[in-house]
């Protein structure tokens, strides 16, 4: 990756590089050793592109996620109608 990264004049930043094992069995280490003696954590989930990517493929946290989104609108949207009630 650092040379197909540099033939395009970019640097990989491996403190900031996750890695996701999709699937079972789950990975035992928290992180892995790659190249240039640099180590990379091994993640369950993370948000890319405003989504939440889980290891199992679920979209439970993502559907919590939207539900306590739309709760805190409909809170607030209440608050605005008593206001002027």
Known sequence: ???EAALLGA???WSK????QIGEPPH???SVAVMCSAK???V???VYLGRTQHRNGSS???VRRHIATARDCMTQLE???YMYM
Do not use: G, P, W, Y
């Not at 590089?17 to 996701?20: E, G, H, P």
């Open 11 to 13: 640097l990989i930043s």
């Open 40 to 42: 990379v954590e091994l």
């Open 79 to 81: 608050r605005h109608i």
């Open 44 to 46: 369950e989930s993370f």
């Open 1 to 3: 990756m650092n040379e």
């Open 60 to 62: 439970d946290t993502e």
């Open 28 to 30: 035992a280490e928290s």
């Open 17 to 20: 590089t996750k890695i996701q």
